[in-house]
Nanobody, 115 residues
Framework: QVQLVESGGGLVEPGGSLRLSCAASGHIIDSSSVGWYRQAPGLERELVISITSAGLTRYADSVKGRFTISRDNFKNMVHLQMNSLKPEDTALYYC?????????WGKGTLVTVSS
């Protein structure tokens, strides 16, 4: 069993920055594919950015150059640094981990970008 808990969401003005964190209950991050997804009201869930255990990254074109994913193997955490935030970034952000073929999801943290 793996549990993921996101934190760091909140209200931020356009152009601002926010750092999301995902804490995993087990020592799995270093051997897992990890990533962040988001879902805005009325829209489908989409990949924001992810990275495999081998270092292969995938990301949405809309966040290229603005968002960065990182993993802390020692602390067993995943982070999402979001810069130059736009109103269209407003969504519920989910942490996602694939460990030995099993998918795990956090409950999400809300990010609202508004003036």
């Amino acid at each position: 069993q793996v549990q993921l808990v996101e934190s760091g969401g909140g209200l931020v003005e356009p152009g601002g920055s926010l750092r999301l964190s995902c804490a995993a209950s087990g020592h799995i991050i270093d051997s897992s594919s990890v990533g962040w997804y988001r879902q805005a009201p009325g829209l489908e869930r989409e990949l924001v950015i992810s990275i495999t255990s081998a270092g292969l990254t995938r990301y949405a074109d809309s966040v290229k150059g603005r968002f960065t994913i990182s993993r802390d193997n020692f602390k067993n955490m995943v982070h999402l640094q979001m810069n130059s935030l736009k109103p269209e970034d407003t969504a519920l952000y989910y942490c996602h981990v694939i460990h030995f073929g099993q998918d795990y999801w956090g409950k999400g943290t809300l990010v609202t970008v508004s003036s």
